[in-house]
């Protein structure tokens, strides 16, 4: 069962609010804790306004959820961050509210933004992102509202393959606000187009009632002070008329729930209203609203407030005609205490949306989609649940340090930087970085440098190595970072951003080595896909590696699919799927396949590998019907292992070029302890995932050393 869904609208005022209530009485009915979020509201920072479809939701429903739990972030503060270039962290702010609320409920019902931005034209897109983040199924509201047939199909149809070409998962679509006597052709033309006939779909006629503001709501959008009836600020307006006639003409044209507009000193107006008001052969009117700052005479308003129960009275410094023009702009909105429209509008949902039908549609859908951000937020979730200290030896590089800055802000992990704590310090004032408590050590000037020069004489001097060239050794921030983490002074250690991958490995490999039952160091990149996680090894490491290897390097990537959640299904890359091939370079591969399998029975017997196996055989599950039917890893491959650095690290590449795959890594595997290279063209991304990466690596070597 999913335990969540998007509901998002194809513009402004589509009746969004209206449908929320609608299926959040709908879950309350199965399921006990639902959670109502906003990723986006429209409020202003600072101020004390609260967004009025989180307070319609909460107060209705009675939810016991602070205000502050159900909402990820502010427009202003996604102005904000747009105008500064760091859109990235909009989605990450509304990932870590939504995961913080998930917590604490069983589902979360999701409302999108509101369409009344200044970047509205964009808010389609952000949302279906959002959606597909949150990993959430969508209900697409489309607006028909004074649209003829053909307009309304066009856009929801263009709305519906935006989704889609997103990679959301859209399970319902409500054509709302309809001309009457349409719904049923509205329906059948738009299931006639989808492209997957499972989608419903059903159509709302539009309700003029529901879109009648109350008094009470023009009076807060005028500012307008209330002089009288504020019991009755919840009367609804049809219509308004802006008294400038003869009071016969005026009383002709008063009907029920008319606001009257009048300047304040027009006494005869407002006693032909409070006549009205009184008499039971006249409409009973909405309310007065008195403009120019004016009031009335005294003897005029003891006659108003001579009534125990008054229609509302309001006042506005505006003049008559910008009022009536301000008035007649109003959008009605669903308030918390508007006991009339919630009643009607929640008994029109149930007439026009088949409710056994929808919460079926609900209960089946599961979304499998883990999107670049999920997997990303993951990580630095996973890293923070248990803190390690990483070491960053290129404390200088201007992008060791801004990452370093994001991750301590975050409280991903404790961090050393090494280097020259003046010039480092120097640096951080010049980029203006919030980080003065960060931890900055030289190696000359450390505590343990003479004892890190004689462990490292200890490990080397059987291969040459005099004490004097480990002091010098010693000097570098590579190597001292790394004997750190051997010494267990530190968990562990990302280097490369500006030194080669040489100089990261070769101080590993001398000091730290590899596991137990390995014999060589490998690599994989997660490559973050649009809506899944592959892991691909080797692609950085070894350029040819025999079957030994091979299969060694198939089982390391696989342990590391696991410690980072995805559930590993092997295939052994070929050229050549199954027994169609021969060569070397095929018998290789199936050697190492069989080499895999065999270790895997005792280290890892419920590990899916097969192979030799061609990369779309191994990921398409059409094709591998075919090439390879028998096959549990053909067509759901989650490891992909090529059979040489060469094939892996282009064909890394070309994916992440061409599909736009984010590729974290290289992960370096095989080692006692995580040491981890970046490359010199990484982006300050790069380098947060890399370390929060290696912070989950020693949190899972930690668990393996307990037996846990």
Same mark, same amino acid.
């Given at each position: 069962?999913?335990?969540?869904?998007?509901?998002?609208?194809?513009?402004? =005022?589509?009746?969004?609010?209206?449908?929320?209530?609608?299926?959040?009485?709908?879950?309350?009915?199965?399921?006990?804790?639902?959670?109502?979020?906003?990723? /986006? /509201?429209?409020?202003?920072?600072?101020?004390?306004?609260?967004?009025?479809?989180?307070?319609?939701?909460?107060?209705?429903?009675?939810?016991?959820?602070?205000?502050?739990?159900?909402?990820?972030?502010? #427009?202003?503060?996604?102005?904000?961050?747009?105008?500064?270039?760091?859109?990235?962290?909009?989605?990450?702010?509304?990932?870590?509210?939504?995961?913080?609320? =998930?917590?604490?409920?069983?589902?979360?019902?999701?409302?999108?933004?509101?369409?009344?931005?200044?970047?509205? /034209?964009?808010?389609?897109?952000?949302?279906?992102?959002?959606?597909?983040? #949150?990993?959430?199924? +969508?209900?697409?509201?489309?607006?028909?509202?004074?649209?003829?047939?053909?307009?309304?199909?066009?856009?929801?149809?263009?709305?519906?393959?935006?989704?889609?070409?997103?990679?959301?998962?859209?399970?319902?679509?409500?054509?709302?606000?309809?001309?009457?006597?349409?719904?049923?052709?509205?329906?059948?033309?738009?299931?006639?187009?989808?492209?997957?006939?499972?989608? @419903?779909?059903?159509?709302?006629?539009?309700?003029?009632?529901?879109?009648?503001?109350?008094?009470?709501?023009?009076?807060?959008?005028?500012?307008?002070?209330?002089?009288?009836?504020?019991?009755?600020?919840?009367?609804?307006?049809?219509?308004?008329?802006?008294?400038?006639?003869?009071?016969?003409?005026?009383?002709?044209?008063? *009907?029920?729930?008319?606001?009257?507009?009048?300047?304040?000193?027009?006494?005869?107006?407002?006693?032909?209203?409070?006549?009205?008001?009184?008499?039971?052969?006249?409409?009973?009117?909405?309310? %007065?609203?008195?403009?120019?700052?004016?009031?009335?005479?005294?003897?005029?308003?003891?006659?108003?407030?001579?009534?125990?129960? %008054?229609?509302?009275?309001?006042?506005?410094?505006?003049?008559?005609?910008?009022?009536?023009?301000?008035?007649?702009?109003?959008?009605?909105?669903?308030?918390?205490?508007?006991?009339?429209?919630?009643?009607?509008?929640?008994?029109?949902?149930?007439?026009?949306?088949?409710?056994?039908?929808?919460?079926?549609?609900?209960?089946?859908?599961?979304?499998? +989609?883990?999107?670049?951000?999920?997997?990303?937020?993951?990580?630095?979730?996973?890293?923070?649940?248990? *803190?390690?200290?990483?070491?960053?030896?290129?404390?200088?590089?201007?992008?060791?340090?801004?990452?370093?800055?994001?991750?301590?802000?975050?409280?991903?992990?404790?961090?050393?930087?090494?280097?020259?704590?003046?010039?480092?310090?120097?640096?951080?004032?010049?980029?203006?970085? =919030?980080?003065?408590?960060?931890?900055?050590?030289?190696?000359?000037?450390?505590?343990?440098?003479?004892?890190?020069?004689?462990?490292?004489?200890?490990?080397?001097?059987?291969?040459?190595?005099?004490?004097?060239?480990?002091?010098?050794?010693?000097?570098?921030?590579?190597?001292?970072?790394? %004997?750190?983490?051997?010494?267990?002074?530190?968990?562990?250690?990302?280097?490369?951003?500006?030194?080669?991958?040489?100089?990261?490995?070769?101080?590993?490999?001398?000091?730290?080595?590899?596991?137990?039952?390995?014999?060589?160091?490998?690599?994989?990149?997660?490559?973050?896909?649009?809506?899944?996680?592959?892991?691909?090894?080797?692609?950085?490491?070894?350029?040819?590696?025999?079957?030994?290897?091979?299969?060694?390097?198939?089982?390391?990537?696989?342990?590391?699919?696991?410690?980072?959640?995805?559930?590993?299904?092997?295939?052994?890359?070929?050229?050549?799927?199954?027994?169609?091939?021969?060569?070397?370079?095929?018998?290789?591969?199936?050697?190492?396949?069989?080499?895999?399998?065999?270790?895997?029975?005792?280290?890892?017997?419920?590990?899916?590998?097969?192979?030799?196996?061609?990369?779309?055989?191994?990921?398409?599950?059409?094709?591998? *019907?075919?090439?390879?039917?028998?096959?549990? +890893?053909?067509?759901?491959?989650?490891?992909?292992?090529?059979?040489?650095?060469?094939?892996?690290?282009?064909?890394? *590449?070309?994916?992440? =070029?061409?599909?736009?795959?984010?590729?974290?890594?290289?992960?370096?595997?095989?080692?006692?302890?995580?040491?981890?290279? @970046?490359?010199?063209?990484?982006?300050?991304?790069?380098?947060?995932?890399?370390?929060?990466?290696?912070?989950?690596?020693?949190?899972?070597?930690?668990?393996?050393?307990?037996?846990?």
């Amino acid at each position: 069962m999913s335990d969540n869904l998007y509901i998002t609208a194809t513009e402004a =005022r589509s009746g969004k609010s209206a449908i929320t209530l609608g299926i959040m009485e709908m879950l309350l009915r199965k399921i006990k804790r639902v959670g109502f979020f906003r990723p /986006i /509201i429209n409020v202003k920072q600072g101020h004390n306004e609260q967004d009025n479809d989180i307070k319609l939701v909460s107060s209705y429903f009675n939810l016991k959820i602070p205000y502050n739990k159900m909402f990820g972030i502010t #427009l202003s503060e996604v102005e904000t961050l747009i105008a500064a270039g760091n859109e990235a962290e909009i989605l990450e702010g509304v990932i870590k509210k939504y995961n913080q609320l =998930r917590k604490e409920c069983d589902f979360i019902l999701c409302e999108g933004s509101d369409f009344e931005s200044s970047f509205s /034209i964009f808010e389609f897109d952000i949302n279906a992102d959002i959606c597909k983040n #949150l990993g959430s199924p +969508v209900l697409l509201i489309a607006n028909a509202f004074q649209k003829t047939m053909e307009e309304t199909l066009r856009a929801t149809e263009l709305a519906l393959e935006s989704l889609n070409g997103k990679g959301c998962q859209n399970i319902a679509t409500i054509i709302n606000r309809t001309k009457p006597g349409t719904q049923e052709n509205l329906i059948r033309l738009l299931k006639e187009k989808l492209p997957m006939k499972n989608q @419903l779909v059903y159509a709302i006629q539009d309700e003029t009632f529901l879109a009648l503001p109350t008094v009470g709501e023009i009076a807060k959008v005028l500012g307008a002070e209330v002089l009288q009836g504020k019991d009755q600020l919840h009367r609804h307006v049809e219509s308004f008329i802006v008294a400038a006639m003869q009071l016969r003409n005026l009383l002709k044209r008063i *009907k029920h729930r008319t606001l009257i507009i009048t300047p304040g000193d027009r006494e005869d107006v407002i006693a032909t209203c409070i006549a009205a008001f009184a008499s039971n052969s006249v409409e009973n009117i909405a309310g %007065m609203l008195l403009t120019g700052g004016l009031k009335p005479d005294k003897a005029i308003w003891n006659l108003v407030t001579g009534f125990s129960r %008054m229609v509302p009275v309001l006042s506005v410094k505006d003049d008559t005609f910008p009022t009536a023009t301000k008035v007649d702009k109003i959008h009605s909105i669903i308030s918390p205490g508007d006991e009339q429209k919630i009643t009607r509008l929640l008994a029109i949902f149930e007439q026009n949306v088949d409710i056994r039908q929808l919460e079926k549609k609900i209960k089946i859908t599961r979304t499998t +989609v883990i999107t670049p951000k999920m997997f990303e937020y993951r990580l630095l979730q996973r890293a923070k649940a248990f *803190k390690q200290h990483i070491i960053l030896p290129e404390g200088k590089e201007e992008r060791i340090l801004r990452a370093a800055e994001k991750l301590l802000r975050r409280d991903v992990v404790d961090i050393t930087l090494l280097g020259d704590e003046k010039l480092i310090r120097e640096k951080i004032a010049q980029l203006e970085l =919030r980080m003065n408590s960060v931890n900055i050590l030289s190696p000359l000037k450390s505590r343990f440098f003479d004892e890190y020069v004689e462990k490292y004489y200890e490990l080397r001097k059987h291969k040459g190595i005099t004490k004097e060239n480990a002091y010098d050794i010693m000097c570098d921030e590579s190597f001292f970072g790394t %004997m750190m983490v051997y010494k267990g002074h530190a968990d562990g250690m990302v280097s490369g951003a500006v030194h080669s991958t040489a100089a990261t490995i070769r101080p590993a490999l001398e000091i730290i080595k590899t596991k137990p039952g390995f014999s060589n160091i490998s690599s994989v990149f997660l490559m973050c896909l649009a809506e899944k996680v592959l892991v691909y090894g080797d692609c950085a490491i070894n350029p040819d590696p025999n079957a030994e290897q091979l299969a060694e390097i198939a089982l390391s990537s696989a342990q590391t699919a696991k410690t980072f959640g995805i559930d590993p299904v092997v295939a052994m890359l070929s050229y050549s799927t199954g027994f169609s091939g021969k060569g070397e370079d095929v018998e290789k591969v199936r050697k190492a396949t069989k080499i895999a399998k065999k270790r895997a029975v005792k280290f890892f017997p419920e590990l899916k590998i097969d192979g030799p196996i061609q990369y779309d055989a191994a990921v398409d599950s059409l094709v591998a *019907k075919t090439k390879m039917p028998e096959s549990k +890893v053909a067509g759901n491959a989650t490891v992909l292992i090529f059979p040489d650095l060469n094939t892996g690290n282009n064909t890394y *590449k070309a994916v992440q =070029r061409t599909a736009g795959a984010v590729a974290i890594g290289p992960v370096l595997q095989g080692l006692k302890y995580p040491v981890n290279d @970046l490359s010199r063209g990484c982006t300050i991304p790069d380098i947060i995932n890399t370390v929060a990466i290696t912070a989950i690596q020693a949190q899972t070597e930690k668990q393996t050393l307990k037996g846990e």
